[in-house]
């Protein structure tokens, strides 16, 4: 396991699937852990189980479609730890429906949470991280932002967006020691996808070369990659765990 110690993260969207599984994960590898997401039952049960493992951990409740609750958020988080080292935009919603009929709020929604909340939220850790000269932001994309899906266009244009923001602040911010990068999941088992019915998960797992879904964890363990010094010299990429679903 790479080492994070000393080390403060904030993880958005952390109450379920991906953004819980990786507060553990770098609260295991040593960091203190701000968890963000709306859902402040499930946040209190996270912190609790954080802490039970002997890690640190503070709850906070956060809707990035809100810019308000980002600013606020964050001023918390400074408040607890007086620094960010690690940044993981995770949070995301979805609202599926055909591009010929999908509703203007929709689309906005997505657009809101998925690529100006992770906007937001950079804009907010890079005033503490230039400071510092030192950071590390990780936003999770999407194997779809690359391979596009049907009935997804307002997801995949948000996820693809999410890279081509990747890709700008990494090279606005290399010159103080910033790292920005995306990890780009494949199909994941989540909540998120445990509403599938089970023949669309066989479907699935069938077009996955490693002939399975993949788990949080699988995802986590990337993240905590890239927030560890050994990442030190990669900026700018989008690492895919996608189980050879889609090669680029």
Not at 84 to 89: E, G, K, R, S, T
């Amino acid at each position: 396991m790479f080492s994070l110690k000393d080390k403060v993260a904030l993880v958005t969207g952390a109450s379920q699937g991906i953004g819980r599984e990786t507060a553990l994960a770098l609260a295991q590898a040593g960091a203190k852990v701000a968890v963000a997401a709306r859902n402040e039952e499930k946040l209190t049960t996270l912190v609790t189980d954080i802490l039970a493992a002997g890690g640190e951990a503070i709850g906070i409740k956060m809707d990035v479609a809100d810019p308000d609750q980002i600013r606020s958020g964050f001023k918390q988080l400074l408040e607890k730890f007086a620094r960010l080292d690690i940044l993981v935009n995770n949070a995301a919603i979805t609202r599926d429906g055909l591009a010929l009929r999908m509703r203007l709020e929709d689309w906005d929604a997505v657009l809101r949470t998925n690529l100006t909340g992770a906007h937001l939220c950079i804009q907010q850790a890079l005033s503490t991280m230039m400071r510092a000269r030192a950071g590390r932001i990780i936003n999770i994309a999407s194997v779809v932002a690359q391979m596009g899906n049907a009935g997804q266009a307002n997801y995949v244009a948000a996820k693809a967006g999410l890279v081509g923001l990747t890709k700008a602040i990494a090279i606005e911010i290399a010159s103080r020691n910033i790292t920005v990068n995306a990890v780009a999941p494949g199909f994941i088992a989540t909540p998120m996808t445990d509403v599938l019915p089970a023949q669309v998960k066989d479907e699935l797992k069938n077009r996955i070369p490693l002939g399975r879904m993949g788990s949080a964890r699988d995802v986590a363990s990337a993240i905590v990659f890239l927030a560890s010094d050994e990442a030190g010299y990669i900026t700018g990429h989008v690492l895919d765990v996608n189980g050879g679903l889609y090669l680029a």
